[in-house]
């Protein structure tokens, strides 16, 4: 099963037009993977604190397919997949009452803190990327045996 997170929409969340403002999905979908990463056993304290490694976003993107409003119900899923030795991706599922109202994309690079360089995955990240994948691919094993 893709690690999953429950989160209600919140005010602050929200723009004038009373909708998620499009850059706080980027946010959520932020705390969904932290939440992960503790599910995992990672310490946040350490990892984000690490004077020598670092994980940055290098590319985003969201799709909005309905509208999110405060008060609404989130159901993150989330479902990172290793692309190389140096970086990794998390694709996000956002659903309001079992319908998905936007996905999204985060890429992150490992890199050196100090030096900035890529440097490779750390194996408690290696692991994490692991554990979360065959989570994935066996619930989607799952469900198609279901439509059968």
């Known amino acids: 099963m893709p690690f999953t997170y429950n989160r209600t929409v919140r005010f602050q969340d929200t723009d004038a037009a009373g909708v998620v403002y499009f850059a706080n999905v980027l946010g959520i979908c932020h705390e969904a993977y932290e939440e992960s990463l503790e599910a995992s056993s990672i ?3 350490d990892f984000f ?6 994980f940055p976003i290098v590319h985003a993107s969201v799709d909005f397919l309905r509208p999110m409003f405060g008060g609404d119900k989130l159901l993150i ?16 599922e956002i659903a309001v009452a079992e319908v998905v109202v936007a996905k999204a994309i985060t890429r992150h690079v490992c890199i050196d ?18 554990t979360n994948r065959r989570d994935a691919e066996g619930a989607e094993r799952r469900r198609s045996r279901e439509i059968m």
Do not use: C
């Open 43 to 45: 310490n946040l304290k």
């Open 49 to 54: 604190t690490n004077p020598s490694v670092a």
């Open 77 to 92: 899923s989330l479902i990172p997949q290793k692309l190389g030795a140096d970086k990794f991706e998390i694709t996000y």
């Open 113 to 130: 803190a100090s030096s900035r360089s890529k440097q490779e995955l750390p194996d408690e990240i290696v692991q994490w990327l692991d």
